[in-house]
């Protein structure tokens, strides 16, 4: 096991290239189950996520190759293999397989995901529409159990605004008989790169990025080749970073539009960022002003951001409120931010962010994905070396974290772990 070390203080310059989305990958990967023949995908990231859902797919007999930029999977001889334990644990995108797989063989056993611990994830707009398609649902021991006679198209209202469900029901309906619409559905930038790739396979698909998706079922889907889009959690995180120690940096392979309320927010703390056609230069401002945050769907302030956005505005003067109304209780890495010497505390679902403050490097602990990222972020602010334990989170998400930060000017390095911190940390 490996810990994470940030010496802080040092400035960023130069580029880096973000790399393939992560949220579309964890749905692109399940979604080629649906095809008979071979799906090659260019620019997945190279993170630990991908790599177990390529395991997942080898294990229901699916060949997945990488071939220099691209994966090929081959799903011609999957069969439709229960995964009730084992890998489907390890993260919350594990559930696309229940879409995939009742999509293509009308039938799945798929183990309740895992996944980042932000409060409840409850999956229950997934089943809700899988049960209107005509799909039998059970949970057992832990398991959700899924079959069809056949899956039949159906008007489908989204209780809650749903990134996964609005996934999940779109794997199953393109192979359902007639019509799908899915109303109030998700309008994330990861649900267009999906619906782009079905409908490369063959399938037909209206309105993704909307909140109405219309679906004409097809008999069967091919394969294709599909290039991703790039990450733009991991854009907007070193967005971030460059707002907090960048004097250039040039963030390379991104879609300004898709972060549009973090820039517009980062531009009202007085960051001077330039939007260019897929790059955006952000240069650092002093002093940086307070803002107040809320989290929503998209195009709204992601979720996903709003934690390394905070270790930011510990250095911005005045009081921010972030609020996060998709994720109520999304604050781990608050008392990590704390014991570094923020001025944060939490009302609920909002923290409260004094500052600006002078962070201290400090031993902390990621709980999540994104915490971790706020804790590389507060961790180039610090004064000293600040020790990131959990860095298995961070992995999952963010590719070459460390190489990238080197090369723009960071001095950050891994760090195997002695016996006596492993045991420490897995009792923390
Ligand atoms: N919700 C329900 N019922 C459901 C589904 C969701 O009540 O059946 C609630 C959730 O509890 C949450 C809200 O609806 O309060 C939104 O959840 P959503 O389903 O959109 O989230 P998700 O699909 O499980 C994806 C990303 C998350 C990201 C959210 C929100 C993947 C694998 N995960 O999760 O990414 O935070 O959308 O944008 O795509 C991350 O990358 O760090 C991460 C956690």
């Not at 005045?318 to 939490?346: C, P, S, W």
Request: proline share 4%; glycine share 10%.
């Amino acid at each position: 096991m490996e810990k994470l070390l940030v010496e802080g203080g040092h400035s960023l310059n130069g580029s880096v290239r973000v790399s393939g989305a992560k949220n579309s990958a964890v749905a692109l990967l399940p979604a080629a189950i649906l095809a008979e023949s071979p799906v090659t995908i260019e620019g997945l990231p190279n993170i630990s996520d991908v790599g177990t859902l390529s395991q997942l797919l080898e294990e229901i007999g699916g060949t997945v190759q990488k071939q220099g930029q691209d994966v090929y999977i081959d799903p011609s001889r999957m069969i439709s293999m229960p995964l009730p334990n084992g890998k489907v644990k390890k993260l919350r995108a594990s559930y696309y397989f229940m879409g995939a797989m009742l999509g293509r063989f009308k039938k799945a056993v798929i183990g309740l995901p895992g996944g980042c611990h932000l409060g409840p994830r409850p999956i229950d707009q997934h089943i809700k529409g899988f049960e209107a398609l005509g799909a039998e649902v059970t949970n057992e021991q832990g398991a959700i159990y899924l079959r069809a006679e056949e899956l039949r198209g159906a008007r489908i209202y989204l209780d809650v605004v749903s990134v996964g469900a609005t996934i999940n029901i779109m794997l199953a309906a393109v192979k359902a008989k007639g019509k799908t619409i899915i109303e109030n559905a998700a309008k994330e930038p990861e649900i267009i790169d999906v619906a782009t790739l079905l409908t490369s396979m063959g399938a037909k698909i209206k309105g993704a990025g909307t909140d109405v998706i219309r679906i004409e079922g097809v008999e069967s889907l091919s394969g294709c080749r599909h290039t991703i889009i790039p990450d733009r959690i991991e854009a907007g995180t070193y967005t971030i970073m460059a707002a907090a120690k960048g004097e250039e940096v040039l963030i390379d392979n991104v879609i300004p539009q898709h972060l549009e309320s973090l820039l517009a927010k980062l531009r009202e703390m007085g960051v001077t960022i330039e939007s260019l056609n897929d790059q955006l230069i952000v240069r650092r401002s002093n002093p940086l002003k307070s803002v107040d945050i809320k989290t929503l769907v998209h195009p709204g302030f992601p979720t996903d951001l709003q934690q390394p956005f905070t270790s930011l505005l510990t250095q911005a003067s005045g009081t921010g409120v972030v609020t996060d109304t998709i994720y109520q209780a999304r604050f781990k890495h608050i008392d990590e931010l704390r014991r570094m010497n923020a001025d944060i505390k939490v009302e609920g679902s909002s923290a409260i962010v004094n500052g600006p403050v002078v962070l201290e490097g400090a031993k902390v602990k990621a709980s999540d994905l994104r915490a971790g990222a706020a804790l590389v972020v507060a961790g180039l602010l610090a004064n000293g070396v600040t020790e990131i334990t959990g860095l298995d989170h961070i992995d999952r998400g963010y590719e070459n974290i460390v190489e990238k930060l080197q090369d723009l000017g960071a001095n950050i390095w891994r760090e195997k772990m002695t016996e006596a911190e492993i045991e420490q940390f897995q009792n923390s």
